[in-house]
């Protein structure tokens, strides 16, 4: 893989202030992330895992440290990124292409070529016979599969995923983990997942980051080298005899107790 870096958090702290209590939600926090690689965040709740994807967007400014994305300093949100977020978002009034060209609309893009551009895409995706439909009609999936191509049309640098599957039911969960994880694969795009789901960081991701419990700090990082006959999709990772070894690595570290 190509090693550019193309996110760099440098020492990062995150203190959040309210009128009780001052949180120290992130500690230390230094990372690379590199072009083309998708890159799992996993860590107990309230670690700041949702914080660290708002300091990399340009959401919120850390408290002290710098972020650079291609090398420029985050200052202010960026533009080329793309979320993906465990609620879909879709608007219920508007239909499928409709709301997969919304972003270029509001950025003024919006013409016959790209719109000819979503409706491929959403076909690529399994949804041409589905544009003209609403939300509601939709199972939980396909919705999540519209979200996903109304981000790529617009052609981020940077996805940032957040618990976007959680919300589905099991075998759905499977099945659109799967997909999104080849076509982000087949776009080479960077991707930073942040999930609670051990096995679903495993199977996407090239690294992974695990997090200690507030103040969150990162406590490892691992690399997923996973061998597999024939084509290495997601589901099929899952098979892999390293499989387990990472699983109880990760669970170990991540040292989660039942209260
Ligand atoms: P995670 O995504 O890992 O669950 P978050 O980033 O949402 O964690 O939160 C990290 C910590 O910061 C939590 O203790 C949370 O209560 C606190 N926190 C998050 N956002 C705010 C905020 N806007 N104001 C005050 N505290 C916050």
């Not at 690689?37 to 967007?57: D, R, Y």
């Not at 200052?75 to 219920?92: A, R, S, T, V």
């Not at 090239?206 to 996973?226: A, C, F, Q, Y």
């Amino acid at each position: 893989m190509d090693k550019r870096c193309i996110v760099e958090l440098n020492n990062i702290n995150m203190v959040y202030h309210t009128l009780e209590e001052e949180t120290l939600a992130l500690k230390d926090v230094n990372l690379e992330i590199y072009d083309g690689e998708l890159i799992g965040i996993v860590g107990p709740s309230g670690c700041g895992k949702s914080t660290l994807l708002s300091i990399i967007a340009g959401l919120i400014k850390p408290t002290s440290g710098s972020i650079r994305v291609k090398g420029n300093l985050v200052e202010k949100p960026l533009k080329n990124i793309g979320y993906m977020f465990q609620k879909d978002q879709l608007f219920d009034w508007r239909n499928i292409i409709s709301n997969v060209v919304l972003g270029l609309e509001i950025q003024g893009r919006l013409n016959n070529e790209t719109l000819e551009e979503a409706k491929e895409l959403l076909e690529n995706y399994g949804l041409g016979d589905f544009l003209y439909s609403y939300p509601y009609q939709l199972s939980g999936g396909m919705r999540q599969r519209v979200a996903l191509a109304r981000t790529m049309i617009l052609k981020p640098d940077i996805l940032l995923l957040d618990e976007p599957f959680s919300a589905l039911d099991y075998q759905t969960r499977l099945a659109i983990s799967d997909e999104v994880g080849i076509i982000l694969r087949e776009n080479k795009k960077t991707a930073i997942l942040v999930t609670h789901d051990i096995a679903e960081a495993i199977s996407l991701c090239d690294r992974i980051v695990i997090m200690s419990k507030r103040p969150g700090t990162i406590k490892d990082i691992i690399d997923i080298n996973l061998t597999c006959e024939g084509e290495s999709t997601p589901i099929k990772l899952r098979e892999a005899p390293e499989f387990r070894h990472y699983f109880n690595k990760i669970w170990k570290e991540l040292d989660i107790h039942v209260q």
